[in-house]
């Protein structure tokens, strides 16, 4: 089983910054890639961004390229998402996941495991 653990959420004004953390425990892997996914009120799921371990693959949807970077720490099986200007729209439990596929995807049809969540709220 493959554990994982978001933390960072909270309230911030449009315009500030977030960092969302996800620990992953268990019988973690480095082949399988690791990504973000956000559902807001009354919306389904949405992908946000996804990363290879190695790093060298990073996908991003479209509504979040510039401002959002996906990164990772090998050592500590954590998995970051640093979140700049941010916007009212933004606002959503933030869920990190575990693929089941050896390359970085979108679809959450892909991913096997998931965290709890974590609530980012963006006033304006």
């Known amino acids: 089983q493959v554990q994982l653990v978001e933390s960072g959420g909270g309230l911030v004004q449009a315009g500030g910054s977030l960092r969302l953390s996800c620990a992953a425990s268990g019988r973690t892997s480095k082949i399988f890639p690791m990504g973000w996914f956000r559902q807001a009120p009354g919306k389904e799921r949405e992908f946000v961004a996804a990363i290879g371990w190695s790093g060298g693959s990073v996908y991003y949807a479209d509504s979040v390229k510039g401002r959002f970077a996906i990164s990772s720490d090998n050592a500590k099986n954590t998995v970051f998402l640093q979140m700049n200007s941010l916007k009212p729209e933004d606002t959503a439990v933030y869920y990190c996941?575990?693929?089941?596929?050896?390359?970085?995807?979108?679809?959450?049809?892909?991913?096997?495991?998931w965290g709890q969540g974590t609530q980012v709220t963006v006033s304006s």
């Open positions: 996941a575990r693929s089941l596929l050896v390359v970085p995807t979108t679809s959450q049809v892909n991913y096997g495991y």
